[in-house]
């Protein structure tokens, strides 16, 4: 059965504080994986797609990266803007293509 | 914006009521999708329309019964809802099934 853990739960980081977010995934054949931001009361804010080992995207202070295990959403000198939930969701090639399997989040806050 | 507009944004009803929630997307997709968000839990995946199909029903109860007379239009109506259907139900759309997804702002629902 696929899964997707996310850790931690939520973290509370100083402005300018860096850090990083973990997705870990069991998935049979990965199709892709997609880093989607959440404000509160809000729908997913699309973010990132990675589709295989080793790749790598950045938009602005947020680095996404994929291993055959995991991703990191790396988080560099982060702003109180930047605080939100963040999703980590696995799309496996072992179905019909289009479900996608979402983790439960990490909330992060960034404080002045 | 996304591209993809949800009304209403708030809906309140009581167990015997029927209400219709609407999802319309204006980014030219051929997918859309149905998901439902609870506080503590990973999205859940609904309901999915390929090119106007319904090609998924993810074992939801038949007080959902979902609608799309388009490729743009998608709705959900709502009949005899329990409490415990309290959530933030989510629409999005895709290029094809395969594609990233994008989401609407969402309807917050509470049945009383």
């Known amino acids: 059965e696929d899964q997707v853990t996310q850790s931690p739960e939520a973290l509370r980081l100083q402005e300018g504080e860096s850090s990083s977010l973990n997705c870990s995934y069991t998935v049979s054949g990965l199709r892709g994986l997609f880093w989607y931001r959440q404000d509160p009361g809000k729908g997913p804010e699309f973010l990132f797609t990675?589709?295989?080992a080793g790749e790598e995207k950045e938009k602005e202070r947020l680095k996404a990266t994929l291993t055959k295990k995991e991703s990191f959403l790396h988080i560099t000198a982060p702003k109180p803007e930047d605080s939100a939930t963040y999703l980590c969701a696995v799309q496996a090639a072992s179905n019909s293509g289009y479900a996608l399997n979402f983790g439960k989040g990490t909330s992060l806050l960034v404080t002045p | 914006e996304t591209g993809v507009t949800q009304t209403p944004r708030h809906l309140v009803m009581g167990m015997t009521n029927k209400k219709s929630l609407k999802c319309e997307q204006h980014?030219?997709?051929?997918?859309m999708y149905w998901y439902k968000q609870s506080a503590k839990k990973p999205l859940e995946l609904m309901f999915v329309?390929?090119?106007?199909?319904?090609?998924e029903n993810n074992s939801v109860p038949s007080r959902f019964s979902p609608e799309c007379p388009n490729s743009s239009h998608l709705f959900l109506h709502l009949h005899t809802l329990q409490p415990e259907d309290s959530a933030l139900y989510l629409c999005?759309?895709?290029?094809?099934?395969?594609?990233?997804?994008?989401f609407g702002p969402g309807t917050r629902l509470t049945v009383l």
């Open positions: 329309y390929n090119f106007k199909e319904q090609t």
């Open positions: 980014l030219g997709h051929n997918a």
């Open positions: 999005a759309s895709s290029r094809d099934v395969t594609d990233t997804q994008y």
């Open positions: 990675l589709y295989s």
